[in-house]
């Protein structure tokens, strides 16, 4: 739990919590001293594309931290009430203004120590010149493979699937991955 922002207060009566391990259960937990509540705090999903033109992919350059200045492709967290495909195709719209087609999931990335879950999607832009620069970013960009700034990218997990999708698009085979980074 140390990795968890703490949770002060219950979200049914608003008494005070304390973390102890409920019983039937076998982790800390945030539970609160009046009602019993317990206050769950679960992983957060992150939902993202690569949204390709051609031979090229979208990144953003980030005006927010963490990694301020960094380049990424367009992900956030998922609201509620949307689809995964619904997050990742909203977060790119926001992001750099491109609105996308054919979203297709490609990789779901654990990452534990943050408690983060990644599903990031393959998509098309609707067109060569369908983007902008959203709020959240610096500058939006169109790269070739040999033009992406990889020693700029914002997140470990970028860099892997990235790396994937240009080995699988030259053998126009691409596949679902599922791993760990941490």
């Not at 990424?72 to 967290?77: I, L, R």
């Not at 790396?163 to 599922?178: G, L, P, Q």
């Amino acid at each position: 739990m140390a990795t968890s922002p703490p949770i002060k207060f219950c979200n049914l009566c608003g008494a005070s919590v304390t973390v102890k391990i409920p019983n039937g259960d076998n982790r800390e937990r945030h539970v609160c001293v009046s009602c019993g509540e317990i206050q769950y705090l679960n992983p957060k999903v992150v939902t993202g594309c690569i949204p390709v033109w051609r031979d090229r992919v979208l990144l953003c350059r980030r005006a927010i931290e963490p990694r301020h200045g960094f380049w990424t492709v367009p992900a956030g967290f998922m609201e509620n009430n949307e689809t995964l495909q619904e997050g990742a195709a909203r977060e790119t719209l926001e992001e750099a203004c491109a609105p996308v087609t054919n979203v297709t999931l490609y990789g779901i990335y654990n990452l534990p120590h943050i408690s983060q879950i990644y599903m990031l999607f393959r998509a098309e832009l609707e067109s060569e010149d369908g983007f902008g620069v959203g709020e959240e970013s610096l500058e939006t960009k169109l790269f070739l493979e040999n033009d992406i700034p990889w020693d700029q990218l914002a997140f470990r997990v970028i860099d892997t699937a990235l790396k994937r999708f240009f080995i699988e698009r030259k053998n126009s085979c691409f596949t679902v991955e599922i791993s760990d980074i941490r």
